[in-house]
């Protein structure tokens, strides 16, 4: 079974600093990979995500990811970060794939609090 | 992406009542729905998979007379919360596996 480990489980910055939030996942076979942000008292909202091709994923709000299969991680960046970015950010990983056109059981990783302070 | 919908968004109900909350999908057919769960301040989890025709898969620890789940069309798949205790209290979020998007999201608070 595969797991996803969320390394650090509060990040505080200040307003325009670059930030990353790491992620490690645990898999005996090719995954996809998935970032995901929670605004409080909100659902989830897809960033980014990893299925196939260049291991360097731009997603929405100016994140970027970087899939590194040799060090089995997908660590989340983004160069000059906002108070709004303030939000849990979470990895996640299935193993599943029905030809590109099904996603299946997503494995969380623990979560991630980014704070933008001033 | 697809369009996934969820009802109610919010509900606070009475301990022992039973809630039931709706995930649709709009725009397309589901035959199958992975239900989440996740408590205040922590990660989501895979509660079951409901499927169209057949009986939903439970995760392990899931209780299946507790967590009532229907896929009832190809396009409503519901998840009944029977007998609630405040420590159902919880944010349960539906995704069709067709698509990366999740539901809105009901946020269930058992008084």
């Known amino acids: 079974a595969q797991s996803v480990t969320q390394l650090d489980s509060q990040v505080p910055v200040f307003e325009e600093a670059p930030v990353e939030l790491r992620c490690n996942y645990s898999s005996s076979v090719s995954v996809y990979l998935f970032w995901y942000v929670q605004y409080p008292n909100q659902g989830l909202q897809l960033l980014l995500k990893y299925l196939s091709g260049s291991t360097l994923v731009k997603g929405i709000n100016g994140f970027e990811a970087e899939f590194n299969k040799s060090q089995t991680s997908f660590h989340l960046r983004k160069p000059s970060v906002h108070i709004s970015d303030t939000a849990e950010y979470f990895c996640?990983?299935?193993?599943?794939?029905?030809?590109?056109?099904?996603?299946?059981?997503?494995?969380f990783g623990q979560g991630t609090i980014l704070t933008v302070h001033p | 992406g697809a369009v996934v919908s969820q009802h109610p968004s919010w509900v606070i109900c009475k301990s022992g009542t039973s809630v039931k909350i709706e995930c649709r999908s709009l725009?397309?057919?589901?035959?199958?729905m992975f239900w989440y769960r996740q408590f205040p301040k922590q990660s989501l989890m895979l509660m079951a998979t409901s499927n169209e025709g057949s009986k939903a898969t439970y995760e392990q620890g899931v209780e299946k007379d507790k967590f009532l789940i229907n896929h009832a069309s190809l396009t409503l798949s519901t998840l009944t919360v029977t007998s609630a205790h405040p420590e159902d209290s919880s944010f349960y979020i539906c995704r069709p596996p067709v698509t990366q998007y999740f539901g809105p999201g009901t946020r269930l608070t058992v008084l």
């Open positions: 725009d397309f057919q589901a035959t199958t």
């Open positions: 996640a990983v299935t193993l599943d794939n029905a030809g590109g056109t099904s996603y299946g059981k997503l494995t």
